[in-house]
């Protein structure tokens, strides 16, 4: 049974700083997705991420995909409160695009 | 495209009783997830359909839950007779690329008393 773990589990940080989140597996996967959820929200899709190594920017946002396609990583530059969220990842197995599993997700909350 | 569309937005009901949760997916998109989201267990996969067939319902917990997509702008996930445990937020969403790049709609929040 293919999981993804994700590290921390909550964050709580001043408005300004840098930090990374991670979502980690056992297993390979043909591409893996981040979201971010709102509260009250449905997730919304950040980037997917296919190759090994790839490295995706998306403003101050950093997706990285590990070189065995089994984890990745998402820093944040100068968070602001608007980055407040459960961020989620997911991955597709090698054998299908149909279906993804989630990681639990990184609650991160922003303090002014 | 109003994107995807799920009603209603929050659900209290007694145990026992029938629940109809609603889904529009956004047209054209081939595909339709069904999920459920809960501190404990996280967001779970309960069934997918691929062009309104039904293609993998083994996140389907028990046979008190059900799910249909009679056209290509409209799903329905039912439960009956639904229990407290079932309390959770239901989430649909849809994509043309199978379940990697899915637009998901804003869930009902359901609460079994």
């Known amino acids: 049974t293919q999981l993804l773990e994700q590290s921390p589990q909550f964050l709580s940080i001043q408005e300004g700083e840098n930090l990374t989140v991670y979502c980690n597996s056992s297993s390979v996967f043909s591409s893996l997705q981040w979201y971010r959820q709102e509260p009250g929200e449905g997730p919304v899709l950040l980037v997917t991420v296919v190759t090994g190594g790839e490295v995706k920017k998306l403003k101050r946002l950093t997706f990285q995909f590990g070189d065995a396609r089994k984890d990745s990583s998402l820093h944040i530059t100068a968070a602001q409160p608007g980055d407040t969220g459960l961020y989620l990842c997911?991955?597709?197995?090698?054998?299908?695009?149909?279906?993804?599993?989630f990681g639990p997700g990184t609650s991160l909350s922003v303090i002014p | 495209d109003a994107g995807v569309i799920q009603s209603p937005r929050h659900e209290v009901t007694e145990m026992g009783q029938e629940v109809t949760l609603r889904c529009k997916p956004i047209?054209?998109?081939?595909?339709l997830f069904w999920y459920r989201q809960t501190m404990m267990r996280g967001l779970e996969l309960l069934i997918y359909f691929n062009n309104n067939v039904p293609i993998d319902d083994s996140g389907m917990p028990e046979d008190r839950f059900s799910a249909k997509m009679p056209n290509a702008s409209f799903s329905t996930l039912k439960i009956q007779p639904s229990e407290p445990r079932d309390s959770a937020v239901y989430f649909c969403?849809?994509?043309?690329?199978?379940?990697?790049?899915?637009?998901f709609g804003q869930g009902t929040r359901l609460t079994v008393v």
């Open positions: 969403a849809s994509s043309l690329l199978g379940a990697t790049e899915a637009f």
């Open positions: 047209s054209g998109h081939d595909y």
């Open positions: 997911a991955g597709a197995a090698k054998t299908s695009y149909d279906k993804v599993i």
